[in-house]
């Protein structure tokens, strides 16, 4: 399904509003860093370009819509215990947070497409239930990697080894995900023990030919040139016939003796010699190799929790392709944004701040004009929108008042306001997330409230609402 939301479209409001809006199945790839309840407020330095941003990371029940609570318990039960125990665990403002969470994580894999991918920027405030709502959501098959980024060098602490990590979640919609392993110069000054004598004295790098585990059946578990794979717990990870070739053309390295162990198998032989400067090794799950923003790093605005290019780019590269639609919800100085930009993806970004669009404009047309991004530094046209967009995926819909009938019968004739119960004709069809904020005309949106809940619920959400239902004793 394709976005109905322009390229370099930046939104100003509340992400959860605003994703309600999007269509399903249309974006490609999805970076959140959201504030990751770590009980302070964060605000810009005076005097930095990015001043007068700020937002707050300190959460309680009353912040979080308490209705969404109640659909997460209908509607996602794993979700709804996951955010029960946590509370228990950890206490009510863990348990706020989790709901604020858990329903946008649920929004995000809507209208994720079946074949993309999402990251979760997190740290180990919250990381553990943070990934336990990612495999209630995405499910466990779908649990790619948990990346630790090394943002910090280590302070002494007291009582506890120094944090110096952020957590990655890295999760797909399904196995049809994409990924392209990144691979980096390696560390010269250390020789890996693989290296060889060659024919000509000078040093080659081997490979192993076998791989971890047996196979039940085909060449794979047979012996080769009297080397059984199978009796050492492995299987050949390349077929007879090719090895057959590389043993032809000298390269297949044959230990002196032939021992059961594995150091006594043969090995492949690269074709070139060892080179230190060119050698190229792939990036794991931890990263230390991209600085956080220190104080003079060119790129700093003053953001509070301003992340990286290098590290949006690795992500970005990683898991799109050109021309994919990359979606950060949180986008705070649009550091995925612009990212996404240099490396030729479409994107969309959603802040709560004001200000984060005017720091994306004035950071895109800075690159512009260093000649960095678009091709004659021209500007191309950005997007700032303030309004919830219009799915255009839902088709034409039942007028929503035909549902009545199943409401009632779901509710068994009680408002679902005060709870009392009424004659049918007494009920009027409420859409639970307003229209005006997004919400559908859906099943899914719909409840039944008696007149008097109807006239005081208007427009306000169902947070609101039900804070004022309680405030009366009416619920
Ligand atoms: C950790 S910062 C993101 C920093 C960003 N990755 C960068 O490099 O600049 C979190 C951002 O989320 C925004 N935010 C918090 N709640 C939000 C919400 N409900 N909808 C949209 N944005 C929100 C805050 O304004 C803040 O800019």
Redesign the pocket.
Known sequence: MSPNVKNRTLFTG???DIMRGINSDSVDLIYL???FNSNRNYEAPIGSEAAGAA?KDSWTLSDVDLAWHGLIAEKEPALASIIEAAGLAHGKGMQAYLTMMAVRLLELRRILKPAGSLYLHCDTTANAYLRMLCDAVFGIANFRSEIAWKRHNARSTEKRWPRVHDTILFVSKSDRFRFAPTKVPGDITKIPHTLIAGPDGRKYQTYELTGPGTTASGESGRPWRGYDPTAMGRHWANSHARMDEWDLAGLIHWPKKKTGSRGGFPRRRASEPFAPEARKVTVGDVWTDIDRINQTAKERLG?P???PLALLERIIKASSNEGDVVLD????????LVAAETLNRQWIG????SL?VKLVLSRLQKAADEGALFDGGRLPEIHHRTDVPKRADVGKLPPYKTHRHTLYGKQEGHCAGCGHRFPFRNLTVDHIVPKSKGGTDHLGNLQLLCGACNSMKGTIDQAAFVAKLKAQGLR
Request: with cysteine; aromatic share 12%.
């Open positions: 509340d992400n959860l860093d959201p504030p937002f953001y929790t301003q992340k919800p949180f986008c705070g100085c649009a550091t995925a959603i802040d709560l701040s984060a």
